[in-house]
């Protein structure tokens, strides 16, 4: 079990770098709030400092967040990373899964995510609503292929 941790780990944080990779597009086209999972990051990255009262009187920009946005990102990769094997390995236990049942399941594990996880979170936390969103439905769709 703990090679099933270690494989997690490590397939979270790669996935989670080429979701990034993907995603530099729409930070490029938007800037942050065109990235959902960073805007997120960097709303609870600020609000976390002003309560733990690290910022200054002067509103500093997202380029100074950077560190703590990506760390929180390829955090919650990581974590969902970990989860994966564990839920393949369950349900290879009661079905015969190939390799590509796996990518499948794999495609499947990260809409799931973003549904679950993601499209709650966001309005109440960013102000913006997934599908009612100001840049329009491209962010949202950019988030979701990432």
């Known amino acids: 079990m703990p090679c099933l941790f270690i494989i997690g780990l490590v397939a979270g944080i790669l996935s989670t770098a080429v979701m990034t990779i993907t995603e530099l597009s729409s930070w490029k086209r938007w800037g942050i709030h065109g990235v959902f999972e960073w805007h997120e990051n960097y709303i ?45 390995s369950f349900i290879s236990s009661s079905f015969s899964l190939t390799n590509l049942s796996y990518c499948l399941f794999g495609i499947f594990y990260g809409i799931l995510l973003w549904i679950v996880t993601l499209v709650p979170i966001h309005k109440p936390i960013t102000g913006f609503a997934p599908w009612n969103h100001p840049l329009g439905h491209l962010p949202a769709l950019a988030s979701l292929s990432g």
């Open 44 to 88: 609870i990255i600020k609000r976390l400092r002003q309560f733990l009262h690290f910022s200054n009187t002067i509103e500093i920009g997202v380029e100074s967040h950077f560190k703590e946005i990506f760390f929180l990102h390829f955090l919650n990769g990581a974590l969902a990373g970990i989860a994966f094997p564990y839920i393949t």
